[in-house]
């Protein structure tokens, strides 16, 4: 695999969680979807095939399923606390050595943050079922708490205020090309896909893993 040359400018490296840490989210998210189609049914008073509709349709709208519970009165940020205290999250996310080690190493060479477009005690209960702390990441930014989500350019400045780290010399990791590449590159950040493909990103990896690769030569 060929390096870029722009790697070797980089100082700080910011990550996403929800797919990109973990790949696992498929079972989670559809636990939490259909509280939220619940949800819409009894605000709404809606049959359930018409609130999945309808909460499909405002996400096409809003990109957000926080946005579209905020809209119909409902605290959007607490309900996704509540909800994901249901879960047991330890079923559905593994224990990842290898994850750990990956931070650990990228953590001696340079400074290493994360933005998630969640809660930070969701951020937390997760990042612990991979073996991970908070402590890790610096900066650590949930978007619920600044009110402003992926890919507004609001949470990627924040991260490169509190990094002390120029766009230029910072790279943005994600799955998702919407609120991940194109929020990161919108602020000017260079912005690595993984587990995907897309010419959108100024660089494409199969697995996360490969960054040993491309930040450490490994």
């Known amino acids: ?7 070797s400018t980089i100082k700080f490296l910011c990550f996403d969680l ?15 979807q259909q509280q939220i189609y619940k949800t819409v049914e009894r605000q709404r008073n809606l049959s359930m095939p018409e609130a999945e509709i309808y909460v499909r349709k405002r996400y096409e709208a809003l990109g ?11 605290d959007g940020e607490e309900f996704f606390v509540k909800a994901f205290k249901k879960i047991d999250l330890n079923k559905l996310v593994s224990k990842d050595l290898k994850i750990v080690s990956l931070i650990s190493d990228l953590k001696k060479k340079y ?5 998630s477009n969640t809660h930070l005690s969701i951020a937390r209960k997760k990042l612990e079922a991979l073996g991970l702390s908070l402590k890790v990441f610096n900066p650590m930014i949930t978007t619920y ?16 205020e509190m990094a002390g780290a120029s766009p230029e ?9 919407e609120n991940d590449i194109m929020g990161a590159k919108g602020v000017g950040m260079r912005a690595i896909l993984v ?15 490969d960054l040993k690769k491309i930040f450490l030569n490994q």
């Not at 946005?67 to 409902?74: A, V």
């Open 1 to 7: 695999m060929k390096i870029p040359e722009w790697v």
């Open 18 to 32: 929800d797919g990109t840490l973990f790949r696992n989210v498929e079972e989670a998210w559809n636990a939490i």
């Open 64 to 74: 957000s399923s926080t946005k579209i519970l905020n809209e119909l009165g409902i």
């Open 111 to 115: 400074k290493v943050g994360m933005i």
């Open 145 to 160: 708490e600044l009110n402003a989500y992926k890919p507004d350019p609001a949470p990627f400045l924040k991260a490169l």
């Open 169 to 177: 010399e910072s790279v943005y990791i994600g799955d998702s090309v």
């Open 195 to 209: 587990w995907s493909k897309s010419p959108e990103a100024d660089l494409s990896l199969p697995t996360i893993y």
